[in-house]
């Protein structure tokens, strides 16, 4: 009888749960119907003044002026895509570093005899055996030579080649050569497949061969840096790694890797990044050990397999170590994935199922997978938002009424989120209208303002609003600050609510929509303190290998509009108060990373940033000053870290700007 009771109670306590769910969405789907009914009104209004203008005759009169000044317009937009004839001047000073660089990155940067002699003979604590894959298939014979000989010239000998050949009877010069290269050197091992079995098949006949201790994944149209697995043994030996991945770039098909296309320096490992696109690619080598009890590439997918097992592997290694110098070199011609993703276009389906079946596997459900403008095989993913939980929205406010009343309605009227609470700490105002406004503001119950009192500090100021706060989650917002997009609050909170994350940070654009804020870079910039990746280009780049296109980890984000749970939040004790003003932000996310969360930031929640219109720029006098004491109270904090350098941002990289230019 009892239990037909509480079996009774926890259904109607599922169906109440149910329609408490049901009726908010109800509400939001409401909320959202009538914000379109509006829009789609205004949106006629305007269609019918716009025709109005059109047929009158000033409008025939003027098209010629149109025309000039529509020309005049295009040419600003050009120009300010690569941020005005400043952004040009840098453009081109990046490109003669580029290819100053190129020459540091290519054949110049192989060992000398001397130093190859040096790296052949140095005695590592362990003894590693490399075994290579690298499947064939009517490989061209001086592509196949090139691969197989910078295998034999390896300045580290603990290596096997396992060349398994699916290549058909008009090819039969591949396996011809294969054999040339076995009776030569015994630790080339050759098998001729009876039939082809596809990139994953071949690859596993391979694997089937290996004897080693580590497996590393080789095109066989490619070409390795002599010293690559010289560098992989030394990330085993120091640091105990068990996958390994390094720098690549492309070279043009038929001539030598120093005519490189791109060079692409990595980031360290970022399981964000990692899900979004495949940034990891070649040169990959990992402990054998991490593929036991499963499949080393997986024929369901066929045309991204390296992306499924990256991401099965890392998820599985302990771990997981960059090499930030440029090891490989990936062969572009006709037909190859590195020319043109639709050469495989089956590739985009197979990157999409990989990642799915990645986040299936760490308990995601529900979320969804799309392409983004940058490549269709970097991808926007969101996760589903677990109950309806409130966020309260944090924006220290002292006058600056139009400031405020610009941010607050654009909250309200654009955020397709409605259960959140704002939250204004007042902040020694001294004007008559900004009190008013508070008055005409509270009578929203979603809004309160409270008082702080004291001297100007920016951490004592949010960490109060963060103690009146009522919901799980924190949002600090400037003031600032205006929405652009409609679920900027959702796309933040995706995030927010993964138990492995710490802060979440927003794409920030100035009022000519160049970006403001991308991320945090450490070091970055004159103070070594840190600096926003991206600086000042145009919106509509897409960023550095696409990185303003999807969401990434990084190591900080901008306080101008954070989203972290409150407890951890609270956990961190909040914002350090020593930093009074700058810096606070980036302080607060490296104790968040150094308390092994990972930071994100997401280009697809967008506002503009209004930066330092509150408070003026810290430039000159007392303000400079001030900038100067906390940025070195920041680097004595963080002086091993600033020195070791911010892992989401190689070092390749240079310190002194903010778009990815290469050091020389």
């Known amino acids: 009888m009892e239990q037909g009771k509480q079996k009774q109670m926890a259904e109607e306590e599922a169906l ?30 305007l269609e019918e003044r716009l025709n109005r203008i059109k047929g009158s005759i000033f409008w025939r009169m003027s098209k010629p002026l149109r025309s000039l000044v529509h020309w005049i317009q295009r040419t600003r937009q050009r120009l300010g895509y690569y941020g005005g004839p400043k952004g040009i001047a840098r453009k081109l000073n990046a490109k003669n570093i580029e290819r100053k660089a190129r020459a540091q990155h290519g054949t110049a940067s192989f060992p000398d005899a001397e130093e190859a002699k040096r790296q052949s003979e140095f005695r590592f604590p362990r003894k590693i055996t490399f075994s290579i894959l690298m499947p064939l298939y009517n490989t061209p014979e001086k592509f196949l030579r090139q691969a197989i000989d910078s295998v034999r010239i390896q300045t580290y000998g603990g290596w096997q080649l396992c060349l398994a050949d699916g290549s058909d009877a008009e090819h039969s010069d591949v396996k011809k050569i294969c054999r040339e290269y076995a009776a030569k050197d015994s630790r080339i091992v050759y098998r ?71 060079l692409h320096f990595k980031p360290d490992y970022a399981p964000d990044n990692l899900r979004a696109n495949n940034y990891i690619c070649h040169f990959s ?49 006709e037909g190859s994935v590195a020319a043109d993703i639709n050469a495989k276009s089956y590739a985009i389906d197979a990157a999409k199922g990989a990642v799915a079946s990645h986040l299936t596997e760490q308990g995601y459900k529900n979320f969804e997978i799309s392409s983004t403008k940058a490549f269709e095989t970097i991808f926007q993913i969101k996760y589903e938002i677990q109950g309806n939980p409130l966020v309260s929205i944090v924006i220290p406010n002292k006058d600056h009424v139009e400031d405020l009343s610009r941010c607050i309605t ?66 600090l917002l400037n003031n600032d600050t205006e929405v652009i997009t409609l679920d900027w609050m959702e796309e933040l909170l995706m995030y927010a609510q993964r138990p492995d994350v710490g802060a979440v940070g927003a794409k920030l654009y100035y009022a000519d929509r160049t970006i403001q804020h991308a991320g945090v870079v450490l070091a970055l910039g004159q103070h070594r303190t840190a600096g926003h990746s991206h600086y000042r280009v145009s919106s509509n780049n897409l960023g550095y290998m696409g990185r303003l296109c999807y969401a990434q980890n990084v190591m900080a984000v901008t306080g101008a509009c954070l989203m972290m749970r409150k407890t951890v939040y609270n956990e961190l004790k909040g914002l350090d108060e020593n930093f009074e003003v700058s810096l606070n932000d980036v302080d607060l996310c490296i104790r968040a990373w150094k308390a092994g969360y990972v930071n994100v930031f997401t280009p697809f929640a967008e506002l503009y940033h209004y930066e330092s219109v509150s408070r003026g720029l810290d430039d000159h006098g007392e303000k400079a000053q001030r900038y100067e004491r906390e ?18 941002y190689n070092p390749n990289f240079s310190l002194d700007r903010s778009d990815f230019a290469l050091k020389v």
């Open 631 to 648: 940025s070195a109270a920041f680097r004595t904090k963080w002086k091993e870290l600033l020195e070791a350098g911010d892992p989401y």
């Open 16 to 45: 109440r749960r149910y329609r408490d769910a049901y009726e908010r969405e109800r509400q939001k789907n409401h909320v959202l119907t009538g914000k379109l009914s509006d829009a789609q009104l205004k949106e006629a209004e």
């Open 192 to 262: 001729k497949l009876s039939k082809n079995e596809g990139i994953s098949g071949n690859t596993n006949r391979c694997f089937g061969m290996a004897t080693g201790d580590y497996i590393a994944l080789f095109d066989h149209d490619d070409v390795l840096h002599p010293s690559v697995l010289f560098e992989y043994m030394k990330a085993i030996c120091d640091k105990g790694a068990d996958y390994i991945y390094c720098d690549e770039a492309t070279f043009k098909g038929k001539k030598t890797i120093d005519d490189m296309i791109t």
């Open 285 to 333: 080598a990992f402990d054998r050990k991490l593929l036991e009890g499963m499949q080393l590439f997986r024929s369901e997918f066929d045309g991204s397999q390296d992306h499924d097992m990256i991401l099965r592997l890392t998820s599985r290694a302990k771990c997981v170590v960059h090499v930030p110098k440029l090891l490989y070199y990936w062969r572009s011609h």
């Open 410 to 475: 654009s909250i309200t009227e654009k955020s397709t989120y409605d259960n959140y609470e704002i939250i204004v700490v007042e902040n020694n105002s001294a004007t008559d209208e900004i009190f008013e406004y508070y008055k005409k503001i509270q009578d929203n119950p979603k809004i309160k303002v409270i008082k702080y009192q004291g001297g100007f500090n920016y951490s004592k100021i949010c960490n109060l609003g963060v103690s009146k706060a009522q919901g799980e989650y924190i949002l």
